[in-house]
């Protein structure tokens, strides 16, 4: 259902780098979460057979509960052939769908794209490559009916699956239910959606894409990927685990820590409050939620943080009520008042010196105070 892209989508981002060892460690992770297939790389990358040869060694294999492995080729019948060399278990090739792509890039017709799909794909089947995936490039800016050509062509010359991509990430969640169940219901293979999230709807489109009938979605950690990266892994797989546990389950605190190591092999800052992932995601200070969340936490959780392996935390500072100081002092065995609460002066000074620091304060900071 989830086919990671971190190593393909994810490296190609602009000033990404994954060394050999942050690769096979992204790749351990992603096996170990329960992720379903791995897009390894693209062909012609540097160290893509190297890693491929590891990976064939040291991940469970499909028929064992690991991950399918698979790579990204151009539809040309050379870098097919080359690509059958590698031992993946699936091929995913890119075919550009919209006429724009097919003749700035390739300068093909729609016959001539049809007729390169059917030859490609042919001689993916004749070296062997036991599942051949065919990707719709630029598919939200082609003509529907064009589109559906090159699939069905695919198809007939024995695509296992279509995979219709959101290039430019222009589609909004009803465009995208609207396109990928026509494809569903044209095509009597599965259909997978790649979306990128240049106008932040990634992670939505994926989710509708699965929601309309899509078997595969392409996620990547962190989102990461061209310009603004395509639907985030860590999100994505959460909402199947938390909110769709009938249909798949993942290790969602695995996939926190390759959040983290993730950002760090392609330097870029994890958000605090970055869903799913970020440290400050169950953390509140402010007098209302922690009003709240002193009852039942789930007045403003919407998932207990230990289902995705993170903590929460309550703070006191300038926004905090009564009750989050007197829990705080109750915490560190300093109740005060007749109840064991807190006095209004108290709580002025607390909420002062917060706010002269502008952040929650810490638990010696609070006890300096009293």
């Known amino acids: 259902m989830l086919i990671d892209s971190t190593l393909r989508e994810?490296?190609?981002?602009?000033?990404?780098?994954?060394?050999?060892?942050?690769?096979?460690?992204?790749?351990?992770?992603?096996?170990?979460?329960?992720?379903?297939e791995i897009e390894c790389g693209w062909l012609g990358q540097d160290g893509l057979a190297e890693f491929v040869r590891w990976a064939r060694v040291n991940l469970p294999r499909p028929d064992q509960g690991g991950p399918a492995l698979s790579a990204w080729c151009p539809c040309r019948e050379a870098d097919v052939r080359q690509a059958a060399t590698l031992g993946l278990d699936r091929l995913n090739i890119g075919a550009p769908s919209s006429a724009a792509h097919r003749q700035k890039r390739l300068g093909l017709s729609l016959t001539e794209m049809c007729v390169r799909v059917r030859i490609v794909v042919s001689t993916a089947k004749a070296e062997g490559i036991p599942y051949i995936s065919v990707g719709l490039e630029d598919a939200s800016r082609a003509v529907l009916s064009?589109?559906?050509?090159?699939?069905?062509?695919?198809?007939?010359?024995?695509?296992?699956?279509?995979?219709?991509?959101?290039?430019?990430?222009?589609?909004?969640?009803?465009?995208?239910?609207?396109?990928?169940?026509?494809?569903?219901?044209?095509?009597?293979?599965?259909?997978?959606?790649?979306g990128h999230n240049d106008l932040g709807m990634a992670t939505a489109n994926a989710v509708t894409a699965l929601e309309s009938g899509a078997a595969f979605v392409d996620v990547a950690a962190l989102g990461l990927g061209e310009r603004a990266g395509i639907a985030a892994l860590e999100e994505v797989a959460a909402w199947l685990t938390l909110r769709r546990p009938e249909t798949s389950s993942y290790d969602i605190p695995a996939l926190r820590g390759l959040c983290r190591l993730a950002a760090s092999a392609a330097k870029v800052p994890l958000a605090r409050n970055k869903a799913v992932a970020g440290e400050d995601i169950f953390a509140a200070e402010s007098g209302l939620h922690v009003h709240g969340l002193l009852r039942?936490?789930?007045?403003?959780?919407?998932?207990?943080?230990?289902?995705?392996?993170?903590?929460?935390?309550?703070?006191?500072?300038?926004?905090?009520?009564?009750?989050?100081?007197?829990?705080?002092?109750?915490?560190?065995?300093?109740?005060?008042?007749?109840?064991?609460?807190?006095?209004?002066?108290?709580?002025?000074r607390v909420r002062a010196l917060a706010g002269r620091l502008g952040r929650p304060l810490t638990d010696t900071e609070l006890l300096g105070v009293l």
């Open 146 to 194: 064009e589109a559906l050509a090159i699939a069905r062509t695919a198809k007939l010359t024995g695509a296992a699956r279509v995979r219709v991509s959101d290039t430019v990430g222009l589609l909004t969640p009803r465009a995208t239910a609207k396109l990928v169940d026509t494809f569903v219901r044209e095509l009597a293979i599965p259909v997978c959606f790649h």
């Open 10 to 36: 994810g490296a190609q981002a602009y000033g990404v780098h994954f060394t050999p060892g942050s690769r096979r460690r992204v790749a351990e992770i992603l096996a170990s979460a329960g992720v379903d």
């Open 296 to 348: 039942d936490p789930a007045l403003f959780e919407p998932f207990a943080p230990e289902a995705v392996g993170a903590t929460r935390r309550v703070g006191v500072g300038a926004k905090s009520g009564s009750a989050a100081l007197g829990a705080a002092l109750n915490r560190l065995r300093r109740p005060l008042g007749p109840e064991g609460g807190c006095d209004a002066s108290l709580l002025d």
